[in-house]
């Protein structure tokens, strides 16, 4: 070998240990980084030309793109399993359990507890406007509930358009990034770093619409949605959505009244069983708005209902004539079969015997149909009110099972029905999470290693100063030639 190919070896050692020095360096800056991966430089002996040397390959990134893929996967069951068990517990809150105050179940104990009181007192003014007031918390509480539930509907319906959004940005800035990919990769130049970018923007894709990514020609991916939707296959696609200001019970996807999503202008179904973007955290939003809570909201209207029409039964009270209110009422009326959604939003106290509507008491006594107050020692109107209350009788609407209920039966048939599904739901998000560390903990596993990286920096220092004293020597030996 000549001077001048040792020379020309030595000086390619210097240049790869000097780029493998900064890509350990880079290593061990970055070891937190979210998204980074793992580089080497890729070398391979160099025997063409005059001298033998290092060629310098290139950098490698890296990755488990398994482990990636089936962590990204984890990462959207929680999402989804998080956001829907965030909003049954909500609706649970909504509806309350017995222990608590303010809780549906509490409102009926209280309202029937003052009929009986009331029923042992009948002249006693005091103890009818505690019925009275007990039957205005016990609507009031349904009212609430069911504005709660709407709410949560609605707060679904902006999430859904702002991760809308989110998504098509994502999925445009993963397309800009392919670009700049395959241009890096067909002129050769190093292109680590727009990969972790890539990464981090399909991990935020996948959070919100479970992916799959398939490799494509010079480094670029495609993105297909578990459910078979065509993301990203050369350009992105275009996702749209109308968000609806607020939501109300009368709303619905079914009827047109909201939106669902359109790929490229095109409507997809969305429901949870088979809609091509199901799961993730956009999944999770349309299936509490149009499952989850349109379902609670059913059910509260069934309790409404149930309520309304047990005491403007005739039977009950015989001033009423056919289409007269009792003593609740919806929205001021009798109730019409044909008109229960929405009915929990509007049930309310008949202001005959609203106190704070001027009304009189004393017809909880003697008939909301009576022309003048009766017998103040005549308690019948108030037993009948109370039997009523209580009284098992078949259910016309809501998912109530089979059995005859009374009011207090329904309300503890709807918070177990809840109760049970919010705990199914939070035992889903437990095991969900449990895969989703454990998977993030192998792809951490397979990330930068300091220590590993040390040792590597200690071996391209011994080889850069290696190399540097072969040029030192062969430097030696050409002036020595120069003096002869």
């Known amino acids: 070998m000549s001077l001048t190919s040792a020379l020309s070896s030595a000086m390619s050692g210097i240049r790869a240990a000097s780029r493998g020095s900064e890509i350990v360096s880079s290593n061990i800056a970055n070891a937190n980084t979210p998204g980074y991966a793992r580089r080497t430089l890729s070398v391979s002996s160099d025997s063409g030309g005059a001298g033998v040397g290092v060629r310098i390959n290139g950098v490698v990134r890296h990755v488990d793109q398994q482990v990636i893929n089936d962590r990204r996967l984890a990462d959207a069951e929680v999402g989804y399993k998080s956001e ?9 809150d909504l509806i309350g359990t017995p222990d608590n105050a303010g809780s549906l179940a509490a409102r009926v104990a209280d309202f029937e507890k003052s009929l009986i ?10 103890r009818l406007t505690s019925v009275a007031f007990a039957a205005k918390d016990l609507a009031s509480s349904l009212n609430t509930v069911a504005q709660g539930i709407q709410d949560t509907r609605t707060q679904a319906d902006q999430s859904i358009d702002a991760q ?29 770093a727009l990969q972790d970018q890539r990464q981090l923007l399909i ?11 398939v490799p494509r020609d010079y480094g670029a991916v495609a993105l297909y949605s578990t459910g078979g939707a065509i993301l990203l296959e050369g350009r992105a696609v275009e996702v749209g959505f109308e968000p609806a200001n607020v939501v109300t019970p009368y709303e619905s996807i079914e009827d047109g009244t909201l939106s669902g999503l359109t790929l490229n202008g095109i409507s997809i179904n969305t429901s949870s069983e088979s809609g091509r973007l199901r799961g993730g955290t956009l999944g999770a939003q349309f299936e509490i708005r149009d499952e989850i809570a349109t379902d609670a909201q059913t059910q509260i209207d069934a309790l409404a209902r149930d309520l309304i029409s047990r005491f403007e039964d005739n039977s009950v009270d015989p001033t009423l004539s056919p289409g007269d209110a009792g003593l609740f009422t919806d929205a001021g009326s009798a109730f019409d079969p044909a008109d229960e959604l929405g009915v929990a939003n509007r049930i309310a106290l008949n202001t005959l015997v609203d106190p704070e509507e001027s009304g009189e008491t004393w017809r909880i006594r003697d008939g909301l149909g009576a022309t003048a107050p009766g017998d103040v020692g005549n308690g019948s109107l108030l037993v009948a009110l109370t039997n009523t209350l209580v009284a098992t009788r078949p259910q016309l609407s809501g998912s109530f099972g089979a059995s005859d209920l009374g ?16 705990l199914r739901a939070d035992q889903q998000l437990s095991f969900a999470s449990a895969q989703s560390v454990e998977l993030a903990q192998v792809e951490r596993a ?11 920096l200690m071996v391209l220092e011994q080889a850069y100063a290696a190399n540097a004293r072969v040029i030192s020597t062969i430097d030696e030996m050409f002036d020595t030639l120069m003096r002869i």
């Open 203 to 213: 991990d935020d894709i996948s959070e919100m619409v479970p992916v799959r990514m």
């Open 446 to 456: 397979n990330g930068v290693d300091t220590d590993a990286e040390i040792q590597n």
């Open 84 to 92: 829907t068990t965030s909003a049954l517990t909500k609706i649970e």
């Open 117 to 126: 009181t009331a029923t042992s007192r009948p002249d006693a003014t005091e």
């Open 407 to 422: 009011i207090d039966g329904i309300v503890a048939s709807l918070s177990s029905q809840i109760g049970a599904d919010r």
């Open 164 to 192: 809308v959004r989110r998504l098509d940005d994502a999925l445009k800035g993963v397309e800009t990034l392919n670009a700049r990919i395959v241009a890096s990769s067909k002129v050769g130049t190093e292109f680590s």
